[in-house]
């Protein structure tokens, strides 16, 4: 088991995008409905690890504006978007 876990830890560029691929498929061919429970519980366990390492300081101190302000247009302008061009249906609820 943690053999695994470190082969997909040493190669993370290409682990990260074959398993959303994998995900896409699956939610695709399996009804993913059973799962809707899970995505608030699945999602705090996801973000929490990265919030208790966050210095709020650092963050607020007002540091490296350009590099906050291309990571938020990235973010929340760019990417968006050029997802909603390439496939429109995504967004639909």
Same mark, same amino acid.
């Given at each position: 088991?943690?053999?695994?876990?470190? &082969?997909l830890k040493q190669n993370l560029v290409w682990? #990260?995008?074959?398993?959303?691929i994998a995900g896409l498929i699956v939610g695709?061919?399996?009804n993913p409905a059973p799962l809707k429970a899970?995505?608030?519980?699945? &999602?705090?366990?996801m973000v929490y690890p990265m919030m #208790?390492?966050?210095q709020?300081?650092?963050v607020l101190s007002?540091?490296?504006f350009k590099v906050q302000l291309a990571t938020q247009l990235i973010n929340f302008a760019i990417v968006p978007f050029a997802l909603?061009?390439?496939w429109p249906g995504l967004y639909l609820f």
């Open positions: 088991m943690w053999k695994v876990v470190s &082969t682990s #990260i995008p074959a398993f959303m695709a061919l399996v899970l995505i608030i519980p699945l &999602t705090f366990l #208790i390492n966050l709020v300081q650092k007002g540091g490296d909603s061009r390439l």
